[in-house]
């Protein structure tokens, strides 16, 4: 497995395996890697010849009073996880390297980026948007793999790739999940043990809306009001929304649409911020 730093480095070897035909698949993450990423980066190894994993904390997708500076840096337990699940490259950029002194174009996708996160969240989709797309300029894969459990970054991904033309498929892979439910996520490290357990409420709620949905309740206003009332119920824990919508576009939906609809939710377990959502 190579780590490469630098942008013309990324390049080179993109050339070099252009020259030779290999499918290119790229792994986006901020680091911090636990099962879930490194489940994509799995699932990459099946799709392509070359997986790329890049490792870079964006400071465009983080707003002012939000986590970056502590967000966790474990570059050497990531690179030894990259290469267990069978990334090939992986590619480390600085901060000063994505964004040079007198950097001012950012890409905004202006729809499925607003609603849920993008509420909450204004300049979020944003940093994220501005750089997968950087990412995609640097690495030319033929395919990019995220995970379900950003589905709102999925859906305005998939947007973006459509809108500019993009020529990479965007593949999901599903969310993966601690055994008692609760969501992999980098901000769980951020949790007490009490916390952590609060927060298993987030899988609690998203169940019991499956559940109505499973049994004939297809009523969004019923679901949302079910899993807010078992979110309420945890002291601890605050909500910033809990939405059915429309799993490509992220508008509001008032009634699930089998195979079209998702439930997702925000919450605060007292100072981390955690999402998730199921697949309707």
Same mark, same amino acid.
């Given at each position: 497995?190579?780590?490469?730093?630098?942008?013309?480095?990324?390049?080179?070897?993109?050339?070099?395996?252009?020259?030779?035909?290999?499918?290119?698949?790229?792994?986006?993450?901020?680091?911090? +890697?636990?099962?879930?990423?490194?489940?994509?980066?799995? +699932?990459?190894?099946?799709?392509?010849?070359?997986?790329?994993?890049?490792?870079?904390?964006?400071?465009?997708?983080?707003?002012?009073?939000?986590?970056?500076?502590?967000?966790?840096?474990?570059?050497?337990?990531?690179?030894?996880?990259?290469?267990?699940?069978?990334?090939?490259?992986?590619?480390?950029?600085?901060?000063?390297?994505?964004?040079?002194?007198?950097?001012?174009?950012?890409?905004?996708? !202006?729809?499925?980026?607003?609603?849920?996160?993008?509420?909450?969240?204004?300049?979020?989709?944003?940093?994220?948007?501005?750089?997968?797309?950087?990412? +995609?300029?640097?690495?030319?894969? !033929?395919?990019?793999?995220?995970?379900?459990?950003?589905?709102?970054?999925?859906?305005?991904?998939?947007?973006?790739?459509? !809108?500019?033309?993009?020529?990479?498929?965007?593949?999901?892979?599903?969310?993966?999940?601690?055994?008692?439910?609760?969501?992999?996520?980098?901000?769980?490290?951020?949790?007490?043990?009490?916390?952590?357990?609060?927060?298993?409420?987030?899988?609690?709620?998203?169940?019991?809306?499956?559940?109505?949905?499973?049994?004939?309740?297809?009523?969004?206003?019923?679901?949302?009001?079910?899993?807010?009332?078992?979110?309420? !119920?945890?002291?601890?824990?605050?909500?910033?929304?809990?939405?059915?919508?429309?799993?490509?576009?992220?508008?509001?939906?008032?009634?699930?649409?089998?195979?079209?609809?998702?439930?997702?939710?925000?919450?605060?377990?007292?100072?981390?911020?955690?999402?998730?959502?199921?697949?309707?």
């Amino acid at each position: 497995m190579q780590t490469i730093h630098s942008i013309s480095g990324i390049r080179d070897l993109v050339r070099d395996l252009r020259a030779r035909d290999h499918v290119i698949a790229l792994v986006p993450t901020m680091g911090a +890697l636990h099962d879930g990423h490194l489940s994509l980066i799995r +699932l990459a190894a099946e799709r392509a010849d070359t997986v790329i994993v890049s490792i870079f904390v964006n400071p465009t997708q983080f707003g002012p009073n939000e986590d970056f500076l502590k967000y966790p840096r474990e570059l050497g337990a990531d690179l030894a996880a990259c290469q267990e699940a069978g990334a090939d490259v992986v590619f480390t950029p600085s901060v000063e390297e994505m964004y040079p002194k007198g950097f001012s174009t950012y890409v905004v996708e !202006d729809r499925v980026s607003k609603p849920l996160e993008g509420a909450s969240r204004p300049t979020h989709f944003r940093g994220v948007t501005t750089v997968v797309a950087k990412l +995609l300029h640097i690495a030319q894969p !033929d395919l990019m793999v995220f995970g379900q459990k950003d589905a709102q970054q999925v859906a305005v991904i998939k947007k973006m790739v459509e !809108d500019l033309l993009i020529p990479v498929e965007v593949v999901v892979g599903p969310t993966v999940r601690e055994s008692d439910g609760l969501a992999m996520s980098s901000r769980n490290r951020y949790l007490t043990a009490t916390q952590r357990k609060e927060a298993l409420a987030l899988f609690q709620a998203l169940s019991k809306a499956k559940e109505m949905v499973e049994g004939g309740e297809l009523r969004a206003d019923r679901l949302i009001a079910e899993a807010t009332h078992i979110l309420s !119920d945890h002291r601890r824990i605050r909500v910033i929304y809990v939405a059915v919508a429309d799993r490509d576009t992220m508008e509001a939906a008032r009634e699930v649409t089998p195979g079209k609809s998702l439930i997702a939710l925000a919450v605060w377990v007292d100072e981390v911020r955690l999402i998730d959502n199921f697949l309707l």
